[in-house]
């Protein structure tokens, strides 16, 4: 296993989740937010991106997984559901990493049926080459090629999570 040097450092991270905390003020202004993470890839990028943004909040989490190693497997199981009704709320979604689209269309399709007043995605990276459904990503920090990365709350077999960066995650033989 190897960890090469950032493929994103931790300034262009910074920078740009100012930024989409800056877009999403912008256009939630005089709405309250309910900014549900995905976890767990999104355990850092969700603190970063809501202190930056000036809009009244609820926060709430979903454990969720998708992803076998470094394969998609397509399915989506719900470890833990939300504890905020969502019927009638501004959702804000917020994802670590958007490949397929499948699994953020399951989150999204299963909380769609629970009436929120509207219904938005952020994601921290777009995979946009990959994905196999189609999904409107309305904020996304970073188109990325397809490779696979660790970092800043994304894991390879539940490791590298830690790290303030992306790196491009090389498996060693
Ligand atoms: P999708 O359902 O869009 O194919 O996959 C979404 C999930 O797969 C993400 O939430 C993430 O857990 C995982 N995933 C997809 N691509 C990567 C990647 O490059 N690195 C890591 N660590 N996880 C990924």
Do not use: W
């Not at 090629?145 to 800043?152: I, Q, R, S």
């Amino acid at each position: 296993m190897v960890i090469g040097k950032p493929f994103l450092n931790v300034e262009q991270i910074q920078n740009r989740v100012k930024e989409l905390a800056f877009n999403i003020s912008a256009d939630y202004q005089g709405k309250d937010i309910l900014a549900v993470g995905i976890l767990k890839g999104a355990f850092m990028f969700l603190p970063d991106l809501t202190r930056h943004i000036q809009v009244t909040m609820n926060i709430d989490f979903l454990i969720a997984s998708s992803y076998v190693k470094t394969q998609t497997s397509g399915e989506v199981k719900i470890h833990a559901d939300l504890r905020e009704d969502v019927k009638g709320r501004h959702v804000l979604l917020v994802e670590d990493i958007v490949d397929t689209g499948l699994t953020l269309k399951y989150i999204r399709d299963m909380l769609l049926a629970r009436n929120p007043a509207s219904l938005k995605i952020c994601a921290f990276l777009d995979k946009i080459s990959r994905r196999k459904v189609d999904i409107k990503i309305d904020y996304a920090g970073f188109q990325i090629p397809d490779k696979y990365v660790v970092g800043y709350g994304l894991d390879y077999d539940n490791k590298f999570r830690n790290l303030p960066y992306i790196s491009i995650f090389k498996e060693s033989t």
